[in-house]
């Protein structure tokens, strides 16, 4: 994939020593955490010291189950909530929760219900021209042409501009969300489950959207999603969440076909698959428990097959896989390749093997 | 042997505003004592509505038109008035769904939702029926089953609610379960604990399964059998692995190659052009022919039903042989 290949172009040149990240940095979350008061004056650690900075141009995807706090990293990013403790560094800048319409441009977000993300009494160019005149992006003559060059973009005919969200399909609406994004010429997109709402026959058109915006557009877009396929399709680097932390982060093919985290471990395993007529048995027991009670340690332990005593003593940090490759995994047992034994996951036989060797130091 | 379940031309009809369309015209099937069918389509397909018309659970908008459902060679009439608590009951068949906070009580503890079946329909004793749900419990897996015979659905987690769910549908001791995305709004580490615990369970009694998912990921786990479904209609049936393997229907190969697979990230995913057609105005003859690479002037005119396209095998397409060809001929990806 070309995507891939300028990624790690960029992560070469830039010499990624097991401590860096491989590409400058665009966007940096240094440290992020938020914690919402609940009943009893207990906290809820939603994200709890997230780091990871997305170069520009780069595709970030952002993986993990139901509550594991992949959405409020996003709130956190686009500003619709303040962190509790941490920064994020835009180009360098520092962003508070008050911005500058600059900054808040320059970030935009697609959400995953296409339904009731957009205006059901405005059409898709009333939708378009308000956010062109507020932000003087372009004169007021160049507004009508802007709209069209914006459906061009996202696929769609000009003559869309006249229908209300109701008139549209549901892969038709997450086109014009998108065409909102773009309108007000974002250098980031952040895209929460953009595809999850939306029929498997309609799905690859907006995942190739995406692809097409990133490689023609230099667009950095951080992909949220719990469909470790998609992300798999879409991703240079991918970061996996439990329990508000990050637990393994790394180039798409090392955390992929080299997992190091026994919960990336589970969830690969229990990724649906086409053809497979097995019965996937599963490796983690239990459910995940409450951000209110996080299990000290390594909050996986407990479902976790490969855990030993050390594990719910101390917690593991998020620290390189050393495998000469950009890998971190928070697991005291990092450096174990899947074996499959002791628990570990049968690991699904990757397809691209030539790859993989190509890409082992 | 007959078939546990015969399902046969199942016509339901959908009441939108001031416009009336057929959402299942025409679906039969059959399911064999033991064995597990899945029957997969996108939104719209009729698939969840087909699972509620032979439970006579249709909404107030539904309106069964026809179709005989036979259960263990007895005929029930499921349009008819108390069909839910009598003779579905008798004949044992039970449904979970997808979204488990809805489909169950609020205001009643799990227990006793658990062990009204067993009160009111096995006619067992009070104890009795408390013990049978402690039973449940444990069977679906859910831990300390005295403690959570008192919770309310709120208070448990989304996997758990699925549980008591299936502990429901097993309490009048059914022999099918009719399956409407159970998993959809799980997640996969939960999802497949859940697929597991279906597993065991048809192992363990013997219950014939109809599974009905948008998923083709989880259909070879969960069925040997396959129907899919399209505007209403059965496109294709067969074996799990064959159907996979070698679609005969343009729409399930279409599916096919629009899904993603986590291991094949390099595969391009292709969608299917245009879009599902308004159920108001469903195109003549096979429905699938304006997005259909195959399509001819025949099949816009044609109404197409399913034919025998092999052992085991249906489908409902003019130019299904072609499509046999074409898969033959290049590698498949």
Redesign the interface.
């Known amino acids: 994939m070309a995507r891939a290949e300028v990624n790690r172009a960029h992560a070469a040149a830039d010499t990624p020593g097991p401590d860096r990240a491989p590409t400058p940095a665009l966007l940096e979350v240094e440290d992020l955490s938020v914690f919402f008061a609940v009943e009893h004056g207990r906290l809820l650690r939603a994200v709890d010291e997230v780091s990871f900075s997305v170069g520009r141009g780069e595709v970030l995807g952002l993986v993990g189950e139901s509550g594991c706090g992949k959405t409020t990293v996003a709130k956190c990013i686009v500003g619709q909530i303040t962190p509790t403790t941490g920064t994020l560094l835009f180009e360098g800048r520092k962003l508070g929760s008050q911005r500058r319409a600059e900054d808040r441009r320059a970030i935009q977000m697609v959400f995953q219900d296409p339904y009731s993300s957009l205006n059901p009494r405005m059409s898709v160019r009333q939708v378009l021209r308000e956010l062109l005149r507020v932000h003087h992006l372009v004169p007021s003559s160049g507004i009508e042409r802007r709209c069209r060059e914006l459906m061009d973009l996202v696929g769609l005919p000009a003559d869309a501009l006249d229908g209300l969200p109701s008139q549209f399909s549901g892969g038709q609406r997450q086109r014009i969300a998108i065409a909102r994004a773009l309108a007000v010429e974002p250098q980031v997109i952040i895209a929460d489950e953009p595809v999850s709402a939306l029929d498997v026959s309609v799905q690859a058109t907006i995942l190739r959207l995406f692809e097409d915006l990133n490689s023609r557009l230099g667009l950095t877009i951080v992909f949220i999603s719990h469909n470790l396929a998609v992300v798999r399709r879409l991703s240079g680097r991918v970061a996996v969440m439990y329990l508000g932390r990050i637990v393994e982060e790394g180039d798409r093919e090392s955390v992929f076909s080299d997992p190091r985290h026994p919960y990336t471990r589970a969830l690969l395993g229990a990724a649906p698959r086409l053809h497979q007529t097995e019965l996937a048995r599963p490796s983690v027991k239990g459910e995940p428990p409450s951000p209110i009670d996080i299990p000290p340690g390594c909050p996986f332990h407990p479902r976790c097959p490969r855990a030993e005593a050390v594990c719910s003593a101390d917690r593991p940090v998020l620290e390189s896989v050393q495998t000469g490759a950009w890998h971190l995994a928070a697991c005291h047992f990092r450096h174990e390749a899947a074996l499959n034994a002791q628990g570990a996951m049968p690991l699904p036989e990757p397809e691209e093997t030539s790859e993989s060797a190509e890409e082992a130091p | 042997m007959t078939p546990l379940l015969e399902v046969e031309d199942l016509v339901v009809e959908v009441r939108h505003q001031s416009s009336a369309f057929r959402a299942v015209n025409g679906v039969s099937f059959s399911l064999e004592r033991g064995a597990a069918l899945a029957i997969v389509g ?2 719209g397909s009729g698939k969840s509505l087909t699972l509620r018309a032979i439970m006579g659970l249709l909404p107030n908008s539904g309106r069964l038109l026809s179709g005989r459902v036979v259960v263990g060679g007895v005929e029930l009439d499921p349009g008819a008035r108390g069909y839910g608590r009598g003779h579905r009951q008798r004949e044992r068949m039970s449904i979970v769904f997808q979204d488990a906070l809805s489909a169950l009580n609020p205001v009643a503890t799990v227990g006793h939702q658990i062990a009204e079946a067993p009160r009111h329909v096995l006619g067992l004793s009070r104890h009795a029926s408390r013990q049978r749900a402690m039973e449940l419990l444990r069977q679906v897996g859910i831990p300390d089953p005295e403690r959570r015979y008192g919770a309310f659905p709120h208070e448990l ?4 609610r699925q549980r008591v769910m299936i502990a429901i549908a097993l309490s009048s001791d059914p022999a099918i379960l009719l399956c409407d995305e159970p998993t959809t709004a799980l ?7 859940i ?2 615990l279906l ?1 065991d369970l048809r192992a363990e009694r013997g219950l014939s399964l109809v599974f009905v998912t ?5 259909v ?3 069925a040997e059998e396959l129907a899919v479904m399209y505007t209403g209609r059965l496109v294709e049936t067969g074996p ?2 064959q159907v ?2 070698a679609p005969r229907h343009p729409y399930t190969a ?3 190659a ?9 595969r391009e ?4 052009p245009g ?2 057609p308004d159920p108001r105005q469903l195109p003549s003859g096979c429905t699938f022919h304006p997005r259909c690479a195959l399509a001819t002037l025949e099949c816009a005119t044609t109404d197409v039903v399913l034919e025998p396209v092999g052992p085991l095998r249906q489908a409902a397409c003019l130019h299904s042989d072609q499509l046999a060809l074409l898969q033959a001929a290049p590698s498949r990806g």
Request: charged fraction near 15%.
């Open positions: 996108e939104s987690s989304g996997g758990t997640d996969v580490t939960i999802q497949t604990q697929l597991a597993a948008h998923d083709l990921g989880v070879g786990q969960v799990t692995a996979l393997a279409g599916l096919l629009a899904a993603l697979d986590v291991d094949t990230p390099d995913p292709l969608a299917i879009s599902l």
